[in-house]
């Protein structure tokens, strides 16, 4: 009696694991898992260096030698062999002004050494290329909204003009930072350090 009641135990067992494998058996298999389009699982490419031309690099190269010399009489003179450059919206004379910055603790010198070493960006005005330092500062005012950039460029937009420069941008003003730009010939526009803005 004990074995057959054993038996029925291990009878009633087996059928009900027979019975759980069919049941798995007849169970629909797992669907497939979704995984989202490959461009979307990818870290945005950064976009391609800008190549600058002959002329635009001689012009930056003679910047960048008086600015490493520390020589404001050398970049004010390479300022005024180029007609109609900006330093500043108030008219002043370019040595006199850049002159008064160093004096406040803002050396133009060390600021276009740094300005430099930024991405170029490329803008057209009137059918002629202008490359701009930093790249940020050659886009339209409408596409600097943080929100049209890039986490990589949002970030990089807050680290150059702060929240102040920001708040301006969304105003509906240009670039706010330090900028300088060179047309594709070679001819130097501006050169202007902080919140000042040149009109284009």
Known sequence: MQWSSARNA??????????????????????????????LSQDPQ????????????????????????GS?????????????????????????????????GVDPNRKLRALMELPVGVREVDGV???????LAAKNAEDLIPEKLSFRDRKRLQDLVGEDGIAKIRDGKGYPGMRTAITEDGHWVYFVLGQDGEEE
Not at 29 to 37: G, K, Q
Not at 46 to 63: H, K, L, Q, S, Y
Not at 78 to 102: K, Q
Request: aromatic share 8%; hydrophobic share 40%; with cysteine.
């Open 72 to 104: 404001l009489s050398g970049l004010s003179r390479l300022a005024r062999e180029n007609e109609g450059f900006v330093s500043n919206l108030g008219g002043e004379e370019h040595r006199e002004y850049w002159d008064l910055m160093r004096r406040i």
């Open 10 to 39: 291990l009878l009633a067992a087996g059928l009900a694991v027979g019975g759980s494998v069919g049941v798995a058996a007849c169970s629909p298999a797992p669907a497939e898992p979704v995984y989202p389009p490959e461009s």
């Open 46 to 69: 950064a976009p391609e260096p800008v190549v600058i031309p002959d002329a635009v690099a001689a012009t930056r190269d003679e910047m960048l030698t008086y600015a490493q010399r």
């Open 129 to 135: 290329k202008w490359y701009v330092w930093p790249d």
